[in-house]
């Protein structure tokens, strides 16, 4: 009976091996039909744009970087990889839903770590997660997936990079998961 129930509340994903193999192909299909392969953090500068548009188009129009995205007749927010980020968000809350674990909001954290703290550590690694991706010119997705599937040699070396650091940063962090 207690097997039972444990396999009952046990969460259900998609094998990795298979969801590797599906993600390959998307690169594939994205690179043949776009040109380019995936990646995340365009979508994020195509909404800071925009809305540094909306709140203050003056210093929008006058910044270097941001007036290359603006024009009159084509906004920032109308890009692939806008919709490619929904499609992200809007996927995994549908397999949430189809396996049962969107039930009530859950902090993931390891026994020795408040979830306060975990919150703030999200934050932070998130916010350096962004910064890094600017400095990067790309995200994991964009720079480490889809820059190894066209054989760049950078992004050989940024998925050499993320690995080998999350390899040395786990050994300081481990602690509060385990």
Request: charge should be positive; proline fraction near 2%.
């Amino acid at each position: 009976m207690h097997s039972n129930k444990l396999e009952e509340n046990k969460q259900r994903y998609l094998n990795p091996y298979f969801g590797g193999v599906l993600l390959g192909l998307l690169i594939l299909l994205t690179i043949f039909i776009t040109g380019r392969g995936l990646g995340a953090s365009g979508s994020i500068k195509s909404a800071v744009v925009t809305t540094t548009n909306v709140i203050a188009p003056t210093h929008a129009q006058n910044n270097d970087y941001d007036k290359k995205f603006i024009s009159d007749d084509h906004s920032p927010m109308y890009n692939w990889l806008v919709f490619e980020s929904f499609g992200i968000l809007l996927g995994g809350l549908l397999s949430g839903i189809l396996f049962g674990r969107v039930k009530k909001f859950r902090i993931d954290k390891g026994p020795n770590i408040t979830n306060k703290s975990r919150l703030i550590a999200a934050v932070i690694g998130g916010m350096l997660f962004g910064f890094g991706s600017q400095f990067g010119r790309g995200c994991t997705s964009g720079a480490a997936l889809s820059g190894t599937a066209t054989f760049a040699f950078g992004g050989l070396i940024v998925l050499l990079a993320i690995f080998g650091s999350a390899f040395l940063y786990a050994w300081f962090f481990r602690k509060l998961w385990i």
